[in-house]
Nanobody, 124 residues
Framework: QVQLVESGGGLVQAGGSLRLSCAVSGRTFRRYAMGWFRQAPGKEREFVAAISRSDGSTYYIESVKGRFTISRDNAKNTVYLQMNSLKPEDTAVYYC?????????????????WGQGTQVTVSS
């Protein structure tokens, strides 16, 4: 049974930075792609970024390109999301997720389990 524990969120002013972490247990971490989703109040959960299991390929939605960086440490079973130049529209609860490949993991409705998430609030 996979367990996902997100951390690192908080309240930050626009233009600031945060680094999110997600510790993964219950799976052989290096065998899976990893991704981050977010859900703002009243909105659907959206796929934000992902990183492949082996070659370091990454994916970002257009609105975060150039500002967010996803990375992973296979020795620590942890995936990170470095968020710079934060904007109020980045305010959301952020969740990590485990997937087979970047191309197939983007539909939030396909997952039965989510961690508790970490709240990111960006003030203007």
């Amino acid at each position: 049974q996979v367990q996902l524990v997100e951390s690192g969120g908080g309240l930050v002013q626009a233009g600031g930075s945060l680094r999110l972490s997600c510790a993964v247990s219950g799976r052989t971490f290096r065998r899976y792609a990893m991704g981050w989703f977010r859900q703002a109040p009243g909105k659907e959960r959206e796929f934000v970024a992902a990183i492949s299991r082996s070659d370091g390929s990454t994916y970002y939605i257009e609105s975060v390109k150039g500002r967010f960086t996803i990375s992973r440490d296979n020795a620590k079973n942890t995936v990170y999301l470095q968020m710079n130049s934060l904007k109020p529209e980045d305010t959301a609860v952020y969740y990590c997720q485990v997937g087979s490949t970047i191309a197939t993991m983007g539909n939030p409705h396909e997952y039965d389990y989510w961690g508790q998430g970490t709240q990111v609030t960006v003030s203007s």
